[in-house]
């Protein structure tokens, strides 16, 4: 004959299950902050790059505007004239806040930045912290 559970049975597999729950979330919440961090600092890394191998294949001045909501890439195709070649989202997207924008980089045809005073960009989600710090040349790092 089959045996069921008694409520008492019941009430400790749910308590057990709650603990395991409040220890567990936590740490999930905070790795997966820590990794939209991470990966919204190498996207603007990746968004420098791309700016400044535009300039360099089209030999022509790159803007590369990043904010919370956006980066965009646009070329100078003539004076005060400019073609978007590339966009997406920005880190707001995913709840990660951006300090330091919104900033607009132009690159030169040579891939060499101007116009651009050292800059540090904070990407924030939760507890998680992940700075970007770009050179007046252009020369990206992560610390």
């Not at 001045?61 to 005060?80: E, F, I, K, N, Q």
């Not at 101007?114 to 970007?132: C, D, E, I, M, P």
């Amino acid at each position: 004959m089959p045996r069921g559970a008694t409520l008492l049975e019941l009430l400790l597999a749910l308590t057990l299950l709650a603990a395991v729950l409040a220890i567990t979330l936590p740490a999930a919440r905070d790795s997966r902050d820590r990794l939209l961090a991470r990966h919204w600092a190498a996207t603007v890394v990746a968004a420098h790059s791309r700016a400044r191998h535009t300039a360099l294949a089209e030999q022509r001045v790159a803007l590369l505007t990043v904010s919370a909501d956006s980066l965009v890439l646009r070329a100078v195709v003539a004076p005060g004239d400019t073609q978007t070649r590339w966009r997406t989202g920005g880190p707001l997207l995913d709840g990660v806040t951006l300090t330091g924008g919104p900033r607009t980089i132009a690159f030169a045809p040579s891939g060499v930045a101007f116009g651009l005073a050292n800059a540090t960009y904070t990407l924030r989600r939760g507890s998680a912290l992940k700075q970007v710090i770009v050179s007046r040349y252009g020369r990206v790092r992560v610390p």
